[in-house]
Each structure stands twice: as structure tokens, then as C-alpha cells.
């Protein structure tokens, strides 16, 4: 079985992923709530918007 991943797509442009990574929309209750509790609290605030 072949596992999918963003570094195949040519449509992802390069970036530095040597650490870890987390994509979401911030559009659902779940990716905004997500998006908060992993924001540094520098950003918490405009999350919170």
C-alpha cells in the first residue's frame, strides 16, 4: 500500500518541516479549538478574535 504524502504533491511549495507541523482550516469548532491550545500566547489572543 503506498502512503500519501504532502512531499509528493508539486502543488505543496517547499518548506522547512524539521519541526513538527500542523495544518487546519480554522474554520470548524475542532481546528479552531486545536489552533488555540497550540498557539504560543503571543498569538493565543488574535486566535481568539
Known amino acids: 500500500m503506498r502512503r500519501?504524502?504532502?512531499?509528493?504533491?508539486?502543488?505543496v511549495p517547499t518548506f522547512d518541516?524539521?519541526?513538527p507541523v500542523a495544518?487546519?482550516?480554522?474554520?470548524?469548532?475542532?481546528?479552531a479549538f486545536g489552533?488555540?491550545?497550540?498557539?504560543?500566547p503571543s498569538l493565543r489572543a488574535r486566535l481568539m478574535a
Open 23 to 31: 495544518f487546519m482550516d480554522g474554520e470548524r469548532a475542532l481546528c
Open 4 to 11: 500519501c504524502s504532502y512531499r509528493d504533491d508539486p502543488a
Open 35 to 40: 489552533a488555540r491550545m497550540i498557539a504560543p
Open 17 to 19: 518541516d524539521t519541526a
